[in-house]
C-alpha cells in the first residue's frame, strides 16, 4: 500500500492561508489523492480529492506536484473552525483497503 | 437520508464479555469500513467489505469478526472484550473506490473495564 508522510501538527493565524503538505513518493498511476479531516470527538469529514490537476471548492485548493509525489492541501482563510487533524490518503481506483496516516494536527490561533 | 448510521454511541463491557456494534448506511454504498481510533492516534483498519458477502482484513482485525449479508449493514462483532480495545470506532462507506467520497459514521465509544 502507498504510503503518505505528513508533519505532525502545524499552527496558523485566524484569517491568513494555510498550506498542508503531504509527501506520496510511491504513488501509483491510478492513485487519487484525498483529503479528510477530522474534528475533535467527530468522524472524519471529507474536504477535496484529486488525481492530476489541481483542484478547488468551496472548503479548499489542493495543488498536486507534476510528478505526483506530493501535494498541498489549502486553506485560503483559516477560522478557529478549522482546527481539526487533517488526513491526507491515497486511494487505489481498484481495490477496497483504505490505510490513515496519522495526519496533521492543524491549530488555528486568534 | 440518514447517512452512516453507529450505534451505540457509548458502551461500557466488562472483559470477557462479547457485543456488536451496528453500523448501517442507506446510500447504497458497496464499500463499507471499519475503523478504529485509540487516543490521540489515527484511525486503524479493522476490517473492510467491498460488497454483500464479501469481507476482508485490515491492519488490525484480531479479537473482531465481521459479516456483510446485506448492502445496509456491516455488524462488527467484539469476542471476549480485552482492556486493549478500549477505544472509539468508526464505520464508513463509499460507492466504489478511486475518487468517490468516503462518509463516516459518528463514531462508537467502547470502553472495556
Known amino acids: 500500500d502507498a504510503k503518505t508522510t505528513q508533519p505532525n501538527s502545524m499552527e496558523s493565524n485566524e484569517e491568513e492561508p494555510v498550506h498542508l503538505p503531504c509527501n506520496h513518493s510511491?504513488?501509483?498511476?491510478?492513485?487519487?489523492i484525498h483529503w479528510y479531516r477530522q474534528l475533535p470527538s467527530q468522524g472524519p469529514e471529507y474536504v477535496i480529492h484529486?488525481?492530476?490537476s489541481n483542484v478547488n471548492n468551496r472548503m479548499a485548493s489542493l495543488a498536486i506536484a507534476e510528478d505526483r509525489k506530493s501535494s498541498t492541501l489549502i486553506l485560503h482563510r483559516a477560522t478557529l473552525r478549522d482546527a481539526a487533524v487533517y488526513y491526507c490518503?491515497?486511494?487505489?481506483?481498484?481495490?477496497?483497503?483504505?490505510?490513515f496516516g496519522q495526519g496533521t494536527e492543524l491549530s488555528v490561533k486568534p | 437520508n440518514a447517512g452512516v448510521t453507529q450505534t451505540p454511541k457509548f458502551r461500557i463491557l466488562k472483559i470477557g464479555q462479547s457485543m456488536t456494534l451496528q453500523c448501517t448506511q442507506d446510500?447504497?454504498?458497496?464499500?463499507m469500513y471499519w475503523y478504529r481510533q485509540d487516543p490521540g492516534m489515527g484511525l486503524k483498519l479493522i476490517y473492510y467489505?467491498?460488497?454483500?458477502?464479501?469481507?476482508d482484513k485490515g491492519e488490525v482485525p484480531n479479537g473482531y469478526n465481521v459479516s456483510r449479508s446485506t448492502t445496509e449493514d456491516f455488524p462488527l462483532r467484539l469476542e471476549l472484550a480485552a482492556p486493549s480495545q478500549t477505544s472509539v470506532y468508526f464505520c464508513?462507506?463509499?460507492?466504489?473506490?478511486?475518487?468517490?467520497?468516503?462518509?463516516f459514521g459518528e463514531g462508537s465509544w467502547l470502553t472495556v473495564v
Open positions: 484529486g488525481l492530476t
Open positions: 464508513a462507506s463509499s460507492y466504489g473506490t478511486g475518487g468517490r467520497t468516503i462518509y
Open positions: 490518503i491515497l486511494r487505489p481506483e481498484v481495490g477496497g483497503k483504505l490505510i
Open positions: 510511491t504513488i501509483s498511476g491510478t492513485d487519487y
Open positions: 446510500m447504497n454504498h458497496n464499500y
Open positions: 467489505s467491498v460488497g454483500a458477502g464479501i469481507t
